[in-house]
């Protein structure tokens, strides 16, 4: 199967969210075929789950403070803080990969798995056992990286990758973040925690539960080498013919709506977005 490959730069959290968004669009409309992308932020951003409550879980004095963007993802999940990372995106009909969310979660992890361990990380899916789910007090935890979900990808027990899938006509958008380093003092800066003591032991836990590839590998890891291993391993696990693309004109067009009128919103971002979904 031909899959597009979109290599963005540093783009804002809201033009981000709004091309994933404006791909997906395109693709339930039979504009575009199956797409992976990757990109970076600038300046860094945190974003937020679909259902999560900024004032609850949010410090957004500190995020002024960091300079860090706020924006809320169309996808499920806890926060994630998206600085010094590659991130990925899949989009692809639900016919083209089929299988229930967690079987497809489950095949295109085993993608990133196999990119990584290409690249010398010993990297591994978190067992169905101990994957976190909405009913765990783990999940309580702001944090993305807090603790594993089911067949989310580790290293030396350590996540490294955290991923968010949702579906809509058919179509199935997955996107997720690859620290390069993880910075959890900044993470935890940004996230409202209930005491200072609750916030240090919220550090640490995050220390010892995550780590960026450059951390594991010991070294720096270029953008480009973890591109490179990442396509790699989806073009074989998966069989994918990964072919450089570009946005369309109409992509382009819908992304630029979506990032002013959605992701751009103050509505979305802190009244959950759900009032707001006839813009999708």
């Not at 259902?51 to 499920?76: H, M, N, P, Y």
């Amino acid at each position: 199967m031909k899959v597009r490959l979109i290599s963005d730069g540093h783009l804002t959290g809201k033009v981000n969210m709004a091309v994933d968004e404006a791909i997906h669009r395109a693709c339930q409309n039979g504009a575009a075929g199956p797409t992976l992308r990757f990109y970076q932020w600038q300046p860094a951003c945190l974003s937020l789950g679909y259902f999560q409550d900024v004032e609850k879980e949010v410090r957004s004095e500190s995020l002024r403070e960091e300079g860090v963007d706020l924006v809320r993802r169309a996808t499920g999940g806890k926060a994630v803080l998206h600085d010094d990372e590659l991130t990925y995106s899949v989009i692809i009909a639900e016919k083209d990969l089929p299988g229930s969310v967690l079987e497809t979660y489950h095949r295109l992890s085993e993608g990133l798995v196999e990119g990584l361990r290409t690249m010398g990380i010993p990297a591994s899916l978190a067992a169905l056992e101990h994957g976190v789910t909405s009913r765990d007090p783990r999940f309580r935890q702001a944090a993305c990286f807090s603790a594993p979900s089911w067949y989310e990808i580790m290293s030396d027990d350590k996540k490294i990758i955290g991923s968010a899938q949702s579906r809509r006509n058919g179509f199935i958008l997955q996107h997720g973040s690859i620290p390069f380093t993880f910075d959890a003092a900044k993470i935890v800066r940004c996230i409202r925690t209930g005491s200072p003591e609750h916030a240090a032991r919220t550090e640490a836990m995050l220390r010892r539960k995550a780590a960026g590839v450059s951390d594991v590998l010991g070294r720096l890891v270029s953008r480009e080498e973890l591109q490179e291993h990442l396509v790699l391993g989806f073009r074989t696990v998966l069989g994918w013919d990964v072919q450089p693309g570009e946005l369309s004109p109409g992509e382009k067009s819908d992304a630029k709506r979506l990032s002013f009128e959605k992701y751009g919103n103050d509505h979305w971002t802190m009244e959950r977005g759900r009032q707001q979904e006839e813009l999708y």
